[in-house]
Nanobody, 123 residues
Framework: QVQLEESGGGLVQPGGSLRLSCRTS????????IGWFRQAPGKEREGVSC????????YYADSLKGRHTISKNDAKNTVYLHISSLKPEDTAVYYC????????????????WGQGTRVTVSS
């Protein structure tokens, strides 16, 4: 059974940082890619970053350029998204999702999703 579980969200002050985790089970990260997406209130879901066994790390969100890093811990079956210098406009629900092999920035290409973790950037 394919499962993804995000954690690490919360209330963060502007300028702060956080690390989101996507713990996976039921499939192998050796053959599946993990994408991170976010959805702000009233906006469409946006691709943030992705880690795939074929391409490694890929970054999509121009608004996060230079401020986010994706990494993987094979022993824990977990993919991380680290975001620094957080801004109020980073406020969103962050999701991880999986698809076979390669990455895509289109959320419609992902079949399995976690429940999301909410990030609020506010003073």
């Amino acid at each position: 059974q394919v499962q993804l579980e995000e954690s690490g969200g919360g209330l963060v002050q502007p300028g702060g940082s956080l690390r989101l985790s996507c713990r996976t089970s039921g499939f192998s990260l050796d053959v599946y890619a993990i994408g991170w997406f976010r959805q702000a209130p009233g906006k469409e879901r946006e691709g943030v970053s992705c880690f795939s066994p074929t391409d490694g790390s890929t970054y999509y969100a121009d608004s996060l350029k230079g401020r986010h890093t994706i990494s993987k811990n094979d022993a824990k079956n977990t993919v991380y998204l680290h975001i620094s210098s957080l801004k109020p406009e980073d406020t969103a629900v962050y999701y991880c999702a999986t698809r076979s092999w390669d990455c895509s920035r289109d959320y419609n290409d992902y079949r399995f999703w976690g429940q999301g973790t909410r990030v609020t950037v506010s003073s």
